[in-house]
């Protein structure tokens, strides 16, 4: 079932995740309490995480625990029982924010699919050119693909073991490419024959490709969690990678304005940076509140950048013509840890991963009003989200082993 390299895999992923020190979560050997259940929990769910994970959750009730362990393990119904009432005693719900629900007009569907293989951690979805949804399979190494029409789902095992793929975008053709986060390269998939093509990092100082996007010109632009910006050229196979001026920054979400150029934000930092499409030379701003720790980012037509303030809670708004920043509190509050973030038009839609359940959260500009909804499953950390051509949005929820699609404008 699970073999040693994917142990290394989670170790690996751990630490990054230690390193971007914005988790607030304390990682430390957990003693588990006695009781009916507790060798099946030390055994079975330390197989792909540590209990850190168990032990730091929000707690659940019986049928919560039921519901969430199915999503990473499937067991006999009389053993699943002893586990989620051995969960329930001992990791009951803790007090957490909840989800603030925001009313107003706007209309929404949130549908959901668990992905094939359980405990998968779907870290980013993107949407195919034909209006299927893809979602990176992270502990499993496979890229997944969804047609939303039929609910036919497909895995595909990438060529790498624990390529650790974390972030993934369609080019025209209809060709996945991911970032192989645990093996340093960037690859692309051809969904009718399976084949993988993967671009190397051009030198070992270059770790921890991150996420990707296509500019207009169909070169492909990505973050490194190695304070770098890298660049592909399809056409050519060129693979450039620039360090940011600032040392140890954790460039972490990118996107590209309707210039070409691209823009990411500095989870390390309250910063964010462009980069110039032909020299690659970056260029950093700084966020006045020195708490900021921008995680994603959006671009709206009028080349706006938003950004979730992942650290404070906040949605932020630079704009690049004045050099001005907005910053709004998230209707969570400042636990409510911001993350995903996807523009339709000029509609700005993110999710709130600190509050239980996560939420979607709507925000006119024009109007400066929010509205929110909560995401069926609870959402898991909804890590990244994207807007599909027709003004929909595809998420993937990756502690619940899901992929969703947000109609906007159904009800
Ligand atoms: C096949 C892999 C796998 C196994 C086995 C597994 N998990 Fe997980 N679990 C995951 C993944 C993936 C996540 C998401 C981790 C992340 O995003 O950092 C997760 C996250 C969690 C979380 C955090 C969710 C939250 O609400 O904060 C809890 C709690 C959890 N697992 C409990 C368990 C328990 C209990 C078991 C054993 C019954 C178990 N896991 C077994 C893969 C697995």
Known sequence: MLNGRLFGLVAALACAATSAGAQGQQRQRIELPDGDGRQIVQVLCTQCHTLNNVANSG??????????????????????DTVAAYLATHFPVKPRPEAVLVPGDATVVIR??????????????????????????QYANVLGRLDPKTGALREYLLKTPDSGPHGLIADKAGNIWYTGQGKRHVGKLDPLTGEVTEYQMPDTAARGPHTPIFDQKGN??????SGMVGRIVPSTGEVRVVRTPTARTYPYGIAVNSQGIPWYVDFRGNRIGSVDPETMAIREYTLPDTGARPRRIAITPDDVVWYTDYARGYLGRFDPKTGAVREWPSPGGRQSRPYGIAATGNIVWYSESGVRPNTLVRFDPATEKF???????????????????DGNLVLALSGVNRVALVEVGKD
Not at 220 to 225: A, G, K, R, V
């Open 59 to 80: 707690g659940y009730t019986r049928d919560g625990w039921r519901e969430l362990i199915r999503s990473m393990v499937s067991m006999r119904e009389a053993r699943e």
């Open 112 to 137: 959901e699919w668990m992905v094939p293989t359980l405990g998968s951690r779907p870290h980013d979805p993107a949407p195919g050119p034909d209006g299927s949804i893809w979602w990176t399979g």
């Open 220 to 225: 492909l632009w990505f973050t490194l969690q």
């Open 371 to 389: 509205q929110t909804w909560t995401i069926p499953s609870g959402g898991g950390i909804v890590r990244h989200m994207m807007a599909t051509p």
